[in-house]
């Protein structure tokens, strides 16, 4: 009999392993997807703004990149 509660405990343990660590994997998603919008999204700005001598471009580009970033966030990751 101590065998066969030794595999039940086992299998719960796994169970638990399973799920652990989903939490991590999502925050990482919201952190990679704020940093990839800023970053193409102000990269744009920069290249639009050596091509045009502006210097207003760059930091529009990366307040868009944030916000389209948050938006894809909230749509993908909120409850509604």
């Not at 050596?50 to 948050?70: W, Y």
Request: charged share 10%.
């Amino acid at each position: 009999m101590a065998p066969d509660q030794d595999n039940d405990n086992s299998s719960n343990g796994d169970s638990q392993a399973k799920g652990w660590g989903q939490g991590s994997n999502v925050a990482w998603s919201i952190i990679g997807t704020l940093l990839a919008g800023m970053i193409a999204w102000g990269g744009i700005g920069w290249v639009i703004d050596r091509l045009t001598g502006a210097s207003l471009f760059l930091p529009f580009g990366v307040l868009v990149g944030l916000a389209g970033a948050l938006f894809l966030i909230v749509r993908r990751y909120g409850g509604g």
